[in-house]
């Protein structure tokens, strides 16, 4: 069985820009979370979507969006990048209490 | 609150057995998680914890304390691809607050 994908894996962005990341569940999941995580630290909760209904969102600035489409499959809009957006962004789709974690992608702002 | 507490690092020998704790001050607190984390890679799901006591699965073992908002985690005979990161995880809902993590180091 397929676990959950993130598309693309890395990504490389200058400041101001905008960047859209893609996560897909694994199969039968409803919720997808999106975290955060810089170099040496745990990950940091952006948002939680279950049903296409955000859930739950963390200590993220209005530049941070995101949005669940009705297979689960879910993205994350980050706009007008900074510096400290660099980071991996790590998706998790779960279906009861255990989040399992996709392999993440790696921006990088310049 | 969601103040999560556990060692920065530690260092173990191929074959020992270590533990790695950690408390937690979570509001509303529904269980507790371990995720192992290799460097570079994603957070992989070891255990969650939500009635009082000890819950072993092969190798690894974690004990919760909910009056006393403890967890450790137990690693036993102690392997090289064991080298990792440590996250404790407290849930609340259904979402989880990550620690900062404990680097594990094994030496041969």
């Known amino acids: 069985d397929a676990g959950v994908t993130q598309s693309p894996t890395h990504l490389i962005k200058t400041r101001g820009q905008h960047v859209t990341l893609r996560c897909s569940p694994i199969?039968?999941?409803?919720?997808v979370s999106w975290y955060q995580q810089v170099l040496g630290q745990g990950p940091q909760f952006i948002f939680q979507?279950?049903?296409?209904?955000?859930?739950g969102r963390g200590n993220f600035p209005d530049r941070f969006s995101a949005r669940q489409f009705p297979n689960y499959s879910s993205e994350l809009n980050v706009n007008a990048l900074l510096l400290g957006d660099s980071a991996l962004y790590l998706c998790?789709?779960?279906?009861?209490?255990?989040?399992?974690f996709g392999p993440g992608t790696r921006l990088t702002v310049l | 609150g969601q103040n999560i507490d556990q060692p920065t690092e530690m260092t173990a020998t191929e074959g020992a057995i270590v533990q790695i704790n950690c408390t937690y001050q979570?509001?509303?607190?529904?269980?507790l998680f371990w995720y192992q984390q290799h460097a570079g890679e994603a957070p992989t799901f070891l255990s969650y914890?939500?009635?009082?006591g000890l819950e072993e699965k092969g190798r690894f073992s974690s004990f919760l304390s909910r009056s006393k908002g403890y967890s450790y985690l137990l690693l036993k005979e102690l392997q090289m691809k064991d080298s990792a990161s440590y996250l404790c995880?407290?849930?609340?809902?259904?979402?989880?607050?990550f620690g900062k993590g404990t680097r594990l180091h094994i030496l041969p």
């Open positions: 998790a789709s779960s279906l009861g209490d255990t989040q399992y």
């Open positions: 199969s039968g999941h409803k919720s």
């Open positions: 979507y279950y049903e296409k209904e955000e859930r």
């Open positions: 979570t509001s509303g607190f529904n269980g």
């Open positions: 914890n939500v009635l009082d």
């Open positions: 995880a407290p849930s609340r809902d259904d979402k989880i607050i």
